[in-house]
C-alpha cells in the first residue's frame, strides 16, 4: 500500500510456515529489495514483527506479521554509460528494448557499471530517482544470460502503472527455450512451487511450501544431434513470475535447458554459449493510454546459430 503523501510504500506479509532468517525472507518475498537494503531498514526502524523490531537473526514462525515500511525513491548516484541499446519502442512514459545476453539488468554489490541501468541513465537522464535506489525505471528482470524484451518506466505514474499489471498477471511474457530431451506432449502446465534452495541459498529449487508457480509450454520443434542426443524447442509463458522459474521447472521436470550451468548438468551436450532462454514477446497496456500493445525480439544469432547446428526431427509446429 502506498501513501501518496509521504510517498511511503507498506508491505503486510503473513509468514506461513516457520522458516529462516527475517532479512531472507523479506527479500524472497520482495524481490525488488536486496538482503542489503532489508538489513538497512531493520536498522533504521522500519521492519516489525508483531508489532516489534527484530533482529535480523530472528527466525520468523508461522502466523508471524511482518510490516515493511519503504520510502520514497531517493535520488541514484550512478554513472551514466553510452552503452548500447536496441530499443524496440519509445514513447514519453516508456522504453521497450531488446535486452543483450551478458548484461545485468540493474547494479547490486560488486556490480556498478556496465548494467542496463547505467546505460538507461545515458540514454535518459532523467531517469534518476524513478523506482528506488540503484533501480530506476526497472519494472521487471531478465537474468544476466537471458535475452529479449522488457519494459523500462520512464516516471513514477507509469512504473506504478506497471508494477499493478504486474501483480495482477495482466502482462504477457512469452519466452523460446530450448531443453534436452524429447518432450513427448505437444503442450502442457508445470504447476509446481518455488522457493530457495534449502542448501545452495543463491539457487532455487521446487519445494514444498514454497511460492505457486505456473508455467504453460507448447513445442514448436524437435531436433538432434550428431549424437542422436534429442532435443525439444518450446514456446514458454510465464503465468506467475518467480526467480529462475523456468530453468527450476524445466530442470525438475528432467528437461533442463541447454547450457543452463546451474540447473542442467554439468557438462553440456552442446557447446551452448549461455542458457537457451529468450524473451521473445510482451504484452501490456500502455500505462498512459490503456492501449493493449504487444513488443517481439527476435531470436539473437548465438542461439540461432546453435539451433542451425542442429538436425530437425519434426517441422516446426
Same mark, same amino acid.
Given at each position: 500500500?502506498?501513501?501518496?503523501?509521504?510517498?511511503?510504500?507498506?508491505?503486510?506479509?503473513?509468514?506461513?510456515?516457520?522458516?529462516?532468517?527475517?532479512?531472507?525472507?523479506?527479500?524472497?518475498?520482495?524481490? #525488488? @529489495?536486496?538482503?542489503?537494503? /532489508?538489513? %538497512? +531498514?531493520?536498522?533504521?526502524?522500519?521492519?516489525?514483527?508483531?508489532? *516489534?523490531?527484530?533482529?535480523?537473526?530472528?527466525?520468523?514462525?508461522?502466523?508471524?506479521?511482518?510490516?515493511?515500511?519503504?520510502?520514497?525513491?531517493?535520488?541514484?548516484?550512478?554513472?551514466?554509460?553510452?552503452?548500447?541499446?536496441?530499443?524496440?519502442?519509445?514513447?514519453?512514459?516508456?522504453?521497450?528494448?531488446?535486452?543483450?545476453?551478458?548484461?545485468?539488468?540493474?547494479?547490486?554489490?560488486?556490480?556498478?557499471?556496465?548494467?542496463?541501468?547505467?546505460?538507461?541513465?545515458?540514454?535518459?537522464?532523467?531517469?534518476?530517482?524513478?523506482?528506488? #535506489? @540503484?533501480?530506476?525505471?526497472? /519494472?521487471? %528482470? +531478465?537474468?544476466?544470460?537471458?535475452?529479449?524484451?522488457?519494459?523500462? *518506466?520512464?516516471?513514477?505514474?507509469?512504473?506504478?502503472?506497471?508494477?499493478?499489471?504486474?501483480?495482477?498477471?495482466?502482462?504477457?511474457?512469452?519466452?523460446?527455450?530450448?531443453?534436452?530431451?524429447?518432450?513427448?506432449?505437444?503442450?502442457?502446465?508445470?504447476?509446481?512451487?518455488?522457493?530457495?534452495?534449502?542448501?545452495?541459498?543463491?539457487?532455487?529449487?521446487?519445494?514444498?511450501?514454497?511460492?505457486?508457480?505456473?508455467?504453460?509450454?507448447?513445442?514448436?520443434?524437435?531436433?538432434?544431434?550428431?549424437?542422436?542426443?534429442?532435443?525439444?524447442?518450446?514456446?514458454?509463458?510465464?503465468?506467475?513470475? %518467480?526467480?529462475?522459474?523456468?530453468?527450476?521447472?524445466?530442470?525438475?521436470?528432467?528437461?533442463?535447458?541447454?547450457?543452463?550451468?546451474?540447473?542442467?548438468?554439468?557438462?553440456?551436450?552442446?557447446?551452448?554459449?549461455?542458457?537457451?532462454?529468450?524473451?521473445?514477446?510482451?504484452?501490456?497496456?500502455?500505462?498512459?493510454?490503456?492501449?493493449?500493445?504487444?513488443?517481439?525480439?527476435?531470436?539473437?544469432?548465438?542461439?540461432?546459430?546453435?539451433?542451425?547446428?542442429?538436425?530437425?526431427?519434426?517441422?516446426?509446429?
Amino acid at each position: 500500500m502506498s501513501n501518496a503523501t509521504t510517498g511511503e510504500t507498506v508491505f503486510t506479509l503473513l509468514v506461513e510456515e516457520n522458516g529462516g532468517r527475517v532479512d531472507s525472507f523479506i527479500a524472497e518475498a520482495l524481490p #525488488e @529489495l536486496s538482503r542489503t537494503a /532489508v538489513q %538497512r +531498514l531493520i536498522d533504521a526502524g522500519a521492519i516489525a514483527v508483531n508489532g *516489534a523490531t527484530p533482529r535480523s537473526s530472528y527466525k520468523v514462525r508461522r502466523g508471524d506479521a511482518v510490516v515493511v515500511r519503504v520510502g520514497p525513491p531517493q535520488p541514484v548516484t550512478l554513472s551514466p554509460e553510452a552503452i548500447p541499446l536496441d530499443i524496440l519502442y519509445e514513447d514519453a512514459d516508456i522504453l521497450v528494448l531488446n535486452k543483450a545476453a551478458g548484461m545485468v539488468v540493474h547494479p547490486g554489490a560488486g556490480n556498478l557499471s556496465g548494467t542496463l541501468v547505467n546505460a538507461l541513465l545515458a540514454h535518459c537522464a532523467d531517469l534518476q530517482g524513478i523506482g528506488g #535506489e @540503484l533501480r530506476p525505471g526497472i /519494472v521487471h %528482470r +531478465l537474468d544476466k544470460d537471458t535475452s529479449g524484451v522488457l519494459v523500462v *518506466a520512464k516516471h513514477d505514474r507509469a512504473i506504478r502503472a506497471l508494477q499493478r499489471q504486474f501483480e495482477q498477471r495482466e502482462v504477457r511474457k512469452t519466452y523460446v527455450a530450448l531443453v534436452i530431451g524429447n518432450i513427448e506432449q505437444p503442450e502442457g502446465v508445470i504447476e509446481a512451487p518455488v522457493g530457495r534452495h534449502r542448501i545452495h541459498r543463491q539457487r532455487m529449487a521446487v519445494i514444498a511450501g514454497g511460492k505457486p508457480a505456473r508455467t504453460r509450454w507448447k513445442v514448436r520443434a524437435r531436433y538432434r544431434d550428431a549424437r542422436n542426443r534429442l532435443y525439444s524447442l518450446l514456446d514458454v509463458r510465464l503465468l506467475t513470475g %518467480r526467480t529462475h522459474q523456468i530453468r527450476v521447472h524445466f530442470s525438475w521436470l528432467g528437461f533442463p535447458l541447454v547450457g543452463d550451468a546451474v540447473y542442467g548438468p554439468q557438462h553440456s551436450p552442446l557447446p551452448a554459449p549461455r542458457q537457451f532462454l529468450h524473451a521473445r514477446a510482451l504484452t501490456l497496456r500502455h500505462p498512459a493510454t490503456e492501449e493493449r500493445m504487444t513488443f517481439a525480439a527476435p531470436l539473437p544469432d548465438d542461439l540461432a546459430d546453435l539451433l542451425a547446428s542442429l538436425i530437425p526431427v519434426t517441422d516446426s509446429i
